[in-house]
C-alpha cells in the first residue's frame, strides 16, 4: 500500500478543470511571475469566499 503525503493543515481534493481555464491561469502565473498553481488557485478560492461573505453580510 503506498502512503499517501498527508499534513494536518491541508487536505488533497481531485478536481477538473476545463482545459481553458488552466491555460489561462497559466497566463496569469507567466504575468505575475509566479509558478505555483495551487496557491493561485487557494487564493483565488479565499478571494470568492470573502467576497460572498461581505455581500452576505450587507444583505
Request: glycine residues 2%; aromatic residues 6%.
Amino acid at each position: 500500500m503506498v502512503a499517501k503525503n498527508v499534513t494536518p493543515r491541508t487536505a488533497t481534493k481531485n478536481i477538473r478543470f476545463p482545459h481553458l481555464l488552466i491555460a489561462e491561469i497559466q497566463i496569469a502565473l507567466q504575468q505575475e511571475g509566479e509558478s505555483n498553481f495551487s496557491a493561485w488557485v487557494i487564493e483565488a478560492c479565499s478571494r470568492r469566499i470573502k467576497d460572498e461573505q461581505h455581500k452576505a453580510s450587507d444583505s
